[in-house]
């Protein structure tokens, strides 16, 4: 069983940063693969980014590559996903989310756990 808290979510201007931060307890996180999903009002629940039980492996949406960056510290059983020049369409709620898998997956049946979510806001 794993539990994850986000945290790191608010308001900022289009063209700013935001860095989320999923908090993980319970064991072996450093075996899971750790996804970014969110969700806009009225729309599905979309792949973001997912990275590898060692974190050399990282896998994006194209609409966020070179934009997003996932990072994990096993240390401080955390996830990262660092976010630049944000645009009002990247707008949504942001899950964390983990995957007892080998491989790393858009798919967001394919993950176990999820958690409660943080709000993104990106105006204009």
């Known amino acids: 069983q794993v539990q994850l808290v986000e945290s790191g979510g608010g308001l900022v201007q289009a063209g700013g940063s935001l860095r989320l931060s999923c908090a993980a307890s319970?064991?072996?996180?450093?075996?899971?693969?750790m996804g970014w999903f969110r969700q806009a009002p009225g729309m599905e629940r979309e792949f973001v980014a997912a990275?590898?039980?060692?974190?050399?492996?990282?896998y994006y949406a194209d609409s966020v590559k070179g934009r997003f960056t996932i990072s994990r510290d096993n240390a401080k059983n955390t996830v990262y996903l660092q976010m630049i020049s944000l645009k009002p369409e990247d707008t949504a709620v942001y899950y964390c989310?983990?995957?007892?898998?080998?491989?790393?997956?858009?798919?967001?049946?394919?993950?176990?756990?999820w958690g409660q979510g943080t709000q993104v806001t990106v105006s204009s």
């Open positions: 989310a983990a995957d007892y898998g080998s491989h790393l997956s858009d798919n967001r049946g394919d993950y176990d756990y």
């Open positions: 319970g064991r072996a996180f450093s075996s899971y693969v």
């Open positions: 990275i590898s039980w060692s974190g050399i492996n990282t």
